[in-house]
């Protein structure tokens, strides 16, 4: 069966910190990948995504994914961590269908908390 | 801006209570999503809708039904709530692969409804 791991479940940085969080898939098709974010008590939201190209994909807020294919990972990094990217993280992997269908799968979620 | 939004953003339902969780999205998606999200196991599909009256099963549907009479209303159905299904259920829509824009599989969600049973 698919599916999506995240291996850090909690993370605590200071700010300025460096930071990645680990996301691998198991799907041996072609797969679109993706990062949501969720700040406290706010929607889920888009971070980043890749669906083909440059495996290197930036996002919103100084965030960046690398897709390693041979690796079937998808790993979020951040130079220097704020106060403000305190939040829970999902990897996603779009599992495609048959016609316009599709699913995605999310991780377990990371939650990140940033030290001021 | 997409807007998904739900009809509740806390529930409390007693045991054996039929409960309706509603979702609204205004940009004419045809796929809609009802997940549920829980501490360390992250979000769960329940069920998902490809278009009007379509229906599939998730990975976790026991439990549940759902309803799609309108394009843009998918409605999720607790036929008889359990305490197991205190949780976060969020709702997501976004355009099929098939429309030719930027971002094709990118979902938006709703706030979230967060359903205790007691």
């Known amino acids: 069966a698919q599916s999506v791991s995240q291996h850090n479940h909690h993370v605590i940085l200071s700010e300025a910190a460096s930071l990645e969080l680990g996301c691998n898939y198991s799907y041996g098709g072609t797969v679109n990948l993706f990062w949501y974010v969720q700040y406290p008590g706010q929607h889920l939201q888009l971070l980043l995504k890749y669906f083909s190209g440059d495996p290197l994909v930036k996002g919103i807020k100084g965030f960046e994914a690398e897709f390693i294919k041979s690796k079937f990972s998808f790993n979020l990094r951040k130079p220097s961590v704020q106060w403000s990217d305190t939040a829970e993280y999902f990897c996603?992997?779009?599992?495609?269908?048959?016609?316009?269908?599709?699913?995605?799968?999310f991780g377990q979620g990371t939650t990140l908390q940033v030290k001021p | 801006d997409v807007k998904v939004t739900q009809s509740s953003r806390y529930l409390v339902k007693r045991t054996g209570e039929k409960v309706f969780l509603e979702c609204v999205q205004d940009?004419?998606?045809?796929?809609m999503f009802w997940y549920r999200q829980d501490p360390g196991l992250g979000l769960r599909l329940i069920y998902f809708?490809?278009?009007?009256?379509?229906?599939e099963k998730g990975d976790i549907p026991e439990g549940y039904s759902v309803s799609r009479e309108k394009k843009e209303r998918f409605s999720l159905i607790l036929e008889s709530a359990s305490t197991n299904q205190t949780s976060m259920y969020l709702c997501?829509?976004?355009?099929?692969?098939?429309?030719?824009?930027?971002?094709?599989?990118?979902?938006?969600f709703g706030p979230g409804t967060r359903l205790t049973v007691t």
């Open positions: 809708s490809y278009d009007v009256k379509m229906k």
């Open positions: 940009m004419d998606h045809e796929n």
């Open positions: 997501a829509s976004r355009r099929p692969y098939s429309y030719r824009v930027e971002s094709p599989y990118e979902q938006y």
């Open positions: 996603a992997v779009m599992i495609h269908g048959s016609g316009n269908t599709g699913k995605l799968i």
